[in-house]
């Protein structure tokens, strides 16, 4: 039991110092989180925040190249553009491409913004309703999925929105929930969205948390799913019960830079 809470807080340590080293505006320079911080009206930063959140996945220089190109098409006025856009205007987003998520997606997800504007209050509204009654993450992205595919759509578009109750890691929107809820005065992440506890937030679990967190212990489960999401909140809320995914700084540093 000694050796136990020794090594316990030999984590807590570490986890705490690579927290305090990345979690500063440095990291932005080279984090698609950069791309939001451009702009300073609310539902221009959480619109932006959620499509970048959405393209974020291979090569950090390309995602951060291809969002911009996505948001120059958008005029560099995200929210204007999704409430005003005409025919005109969404044909020009019909020529974008990120990987698999093509012109015909984009194009959806700007309706589908739209949408939740108009009738929904906002993205903060639909994820604040969704996390209302208990707190639970996975009824607020399940709420949010369903939200967001309420209108027609292209049924190739639904694999960019993870569904969690077929154990999808859902690592894009918990990314962009972070960035939302957390604020913690560093200038990364926003915390623009008050209406969500930070205790409720989820990590944001890819191939370089879940090493990470392998090494150290913080997560058995093999698979990166919605099973070892929860495992792995649930040990980092040993540490900070307040504020879990703060720790995605430590995990992703320590496997990004420091090749841990």
Known sequence: MTDYWWEMDE????????????????????DPVQLPHLFSQKEDIEISAFLVA?????????????????LRIMHNSPFAFTMEA????????DLFCHRTFKGTDARFFILALRNIYQNHGGLSRVFEDGFSKDGNAAKALGHFRHIFFEIPYPERTLKHIADVSRGASAKRLNMFLRWMVRKDNRGVDFGIWTGINPAWLKIPLDLHTGNT?????????????????????????????????????????????EKF
């Open 11 to 30: 984590i807590r340590e570490l986890l705490e110092a690579r927290y305090d080293l990345y979690n500063r505006p440095e990291f932005i320079e080279s």
């Open 54 to 70: 959405c393209l974020a996945w291979g090569n950090r220089k390309m995602i951060i190249r291809k969002s911009g190109e996505l």
């Open 213 to 257: 967190a392998r090494k150290l212990g913080l997560l058995k489960r093999r698979q990166n799913d919605w099973q070892a999401v929860c495992e792995l909140t649930e040990q980092l809320q040993l540490y900070d019960p307040g504020d879990p995914v703060k720790y995605d700084f430590a995990l992703f540093g320590l496997g990004v830079f």
């Open 86 to 93: 005409k025919e005109t205007d969404l044909c020009g987003i």
